[in-house]
């Protein structure tokens, strides 16, 4: 027996997938078909006075509305905008149903283009919903609240994920650091109306008793309100067109149970209506609702990999053309949509992993990744012309000539300038700043089309200069016989004053950093001499050194992978660190060293970590070479990040905002890993080190091991865990790809400066990933 009388809101919609059920083009064709037939549904109950009119529909993205209205004629158009202001039609602020990956410059654009189409249309958007997903950045927040937007109703799946705080169906005040507030009502899985027997015909006595049971653990589980919100989808899918039936059958359960419960077919912003004044009283929460499906974009790390460069191009474009006079405006929004698309949170069908050689499952993955190559393509258009009218005279075979290079960088200092000349032998270089006269120190190294010029230049915010080149005499190496440093078989291998290189084999030092490795041992220190501290932790934690973890199938591809819960490796996993075998002296030079450190490791036909020390800079870069092998079984590939005695709180970016994992989040959400926007960051009394992980944006903390799930507490140790670029895994048994074989580099930086300030930290890590651009000009 209920202690109280209820009302159940009923929110009709479907759960947008881009993907999962069918071929992608065909779900957005359908969810237009579905606003039609939902207006033309609700205008014909107010035009014949029948239940319809009652009926009510929400469109809980707004992609799909903006494809409705591209296809709609006028009077469809003005149909839609009747039915939104009868409160037949609910309109959601979400754009798409994002993981991480989303750009918050662009989601903030678009959200802004929606409430001002609506706004010039007499309607206000003031709430907004998702579905499925298990998490929203701090970023996005700040979108929603920045664009007027006042209520969020989420709808989690728990399947691999859980909701926050511990409970659902719960409201909370979420705040932003500006102190700006969301009301957010914490649902349900958002098929609950589906499983209550809403849309089944399921006969009403049933239906009763499904909705009393539910109450009734609501209330023994401490619910306060006299009001519940249910979503409902037309049939038991996502992709589920709208269904009239649900109206029909809560007005006949209303006519019969209506005075122990009312059940009322609402829109989104109708809910926030009704509910806004009896939950004043929630509680405030600050910090990241992260998201618990951020792992699936590990398994197409090749595509992620080129989304993230698609998206550096994008902004570059921006700031090379801050006045939009030479970029294209058809390729800008291109990129945009694509972009979008991109990070848009179902990846591939739902059959992925059951049956992955199904011709569905390949189309779906292939046209999923050309949203990336599509968004990559727009921008890499616009970056020609661009730079086209900065000058570039779009050669590179000059042999003597000029090259400009443009600091796009908001922060003056010293910068790497790097070009290349197509050419077989060229075999030195001079170097000149035409605005100073200053002859440039430079080295020449290998590139996959000729030569890298490379030195270093002090720059202003947004300078750009012009440097003459012309070939030169190489400088060639003299032995000098009277110092004991190299013997007559040219081999440099005595320890002396005269020439250090000797120590390449063993280890790699500046003034800033000390690498020293020993095949067999691997990597044995990382010394920071400004902080003066050993940073490099042995364990699984090993910087530089590449790890697999292998869960093998005993039951089959679905069920193993089911079995995992929120964990991502099984109880049963291996893991495997890399076996250092061989040490590669790539280039060594006045202005960088490059080392090779190659690796055997299970699972890789090759594997390898390039180092490139600068000389002068508190700066280095490396990448992961790998050659991944194809399995069926539970993978991950890692690369340790974790640095040691640094006294001080990590940092990561998430759609711009700032925020220590483990720390700076709701209660109760995921704090296993964490999708970042441009890397972490140690900050600690004196400096700080930048680690950009500009093509493998996924971060895993904690312990190589299966273990229980501990949710987040917001406790300072949480952030002391150790950390790992997560590159690559296939965990999941549904949408998620099996397949990670593949070969490609993953590229990242570490820079030290001299700041505490975590934010102008990050400001300076996005700066750095776009460094310095150059192309030759004509002569003048």
Known sequence: MLNRKWTVYILHHSHTDIGYTDLQERIIY????????????????????????????????YYCVERF?????????????????????GLSATYLNFNDLVD????????????????????????????DVNGVSLGTLDVLIDNGIEFFFTNIHTHHGMYPLYQNQKPYFWENKAGKRLLVFNGEHYNLGNFLGFAQKTPI??????????LTSCEENGYD???????????????????PDIIRMIAEFNQIY????????????????????????????RGDLNDWWANGVGSTPYAVKHYKEAQRLYHLCERLDNHGIAGKKDLIREAEDNLLLYAEHTWGHSATITNPYDTMVQNLDIRKTSYASKAHEASAKNLNRIAHSRGDKLRYYDRNGKVKAINVSESKGEKVVEFYIETGKYSGVKVVCETTGKEMITQLSSHPRGVLVSFIDSFEAGEEKIYRFEEALGKIEAINSRVAYIGAERVKDIVNNYDPSYKLPYQLENEYFKISYEIGKGVTSFYNKSDKVEMLKTGDATFFTPIYENTKIRTNTYEERRLLGRNIRGLHAKKYIGDLTEVKIIENGVIFTTIELVYELEGTYFSSVVIKLYNTLPKLEFKYKIAKNLSTDIESIYLPLTLDNLDGALYI?????????????????????????????????????????????????????HHPILLCDNREENNKRDVYSWIMNNTWETNFKMDLSGITEFCYTLDLMKSTNAEQSFQTMKDNGFGVVTFMIDEE
């Open 205 to 214: 006595e049933t239906l009763k008793d499904n909705i009393v049971t539910y």
């Open 653 to 705: 970016d998430k759609s711009d905002a700032v925020m220590r994992p483990g720390i700076d989040q709701i209660p109760g959400t995921c704090m296993e890993y964490y999708l970042t926007d441009n890397g972490l960051a140690y900050v600690s009394k004196e400096n700080t080190i930048l680690i950009q992980t500009k093509d493998a944006p996924l971060i895993y903390m904690g312990e190589l091991k």
């Open 104 to 131: 918050k410059e662009i989601l903030s654009k678009r959200t802004r283009e929606m409430v001002e189409h609506f706004k010039a249309q007499g309607i206000a958007v003031k709430a907004a919903m998702n579905a």
């Open 225 to 243: 309100y006299s009001f519940i919100p249910a979503c409902v989808s037309g049939v038991f899918s996502d992709n589920a067109p709208p269904n």
């Open 30 to 61: 359908n969810h237009v078909d579905y606003i039609r037939t939902a207006v033309k549904t609700a205008k014909e109950g107010h035009k014949t006075g029948t239940i319809d009119k009652d009926f009510k529909w929400n469109c809980e993205t």
């Open 69 to 89: 209205l591209e296809e709609a004629t006028e009077e469809e158009k003005q149909d839609f905008y009747s039915m939104i202001k009868t409160n037949n039609i």
């Open 258 to 285: 209506g005075d122990e419960i009312r059940l009322e077919m609402v829109t989104i912003q109708e809910l926030y209506d009704k509910i806004k004044e009896q939950v004043q009283g929630a509680p405030v929460y």
